[in-house]
């Protein structure tokens, strides 16, 4: 199942606000909690929708807690550390739907 497949079958499951929160609010309740390692990037992928250059910044193959889920029509950003990252940068390691108020 491709990621974006998923995160349209979670937005469906729990209604409005899957996808992600403004940024430094919190999440809201029925979101995406998702961990995901960073696999290294190319010119063309940090390009490709203006995004972040992860490069010297987020360390190749450790973990990081994705914050907010930006989903375009051609392209997917991860906004990790306030900063918009490719999606194809990383690797889904973990992620869990919940619903209520966020822990």
């Known amino acids: 199942m491709t990621a ?3 995160e349209g079958l979670l ?8 996808r992600g929160h403004a940024r430094g609010a919190r999440p809201p309740a029925g979101t995406l909690a998702m961990l995901v390692r960073f696999r ?11 995004n972040d250059d992860p490069r010297g910044v ?9 914050e907010r889920v930006e989903v ?3 392209h997917t950003k991860y906004w ?3 900063r918009a ?3 194809v940068h990383f690797v889904v390691v973990e992620e ?7 822990q």
């Open 11 to 18: 937005a469906a499951a729990l209604g409005p606000g899957v």
């Open 40 to 50: 290294g990037a190319t010119d063309e992928q940090v390009r490709w929708g203006g």
């Open 85 to 87: 990252y490719n999606s």
């Open 96 to 102: 869990t739907a919940t619903r209520g108020k966020p």
């Open 4 to 6: 974006r497949l998923r």
């Open 58 to 66: 987020l360390r190749r193959g450790q973990d990081y807690e994705v």
């Open 72 to 74: 375009h029509t051609q």
């Open 80 to 82: 990790i550390g306030g």
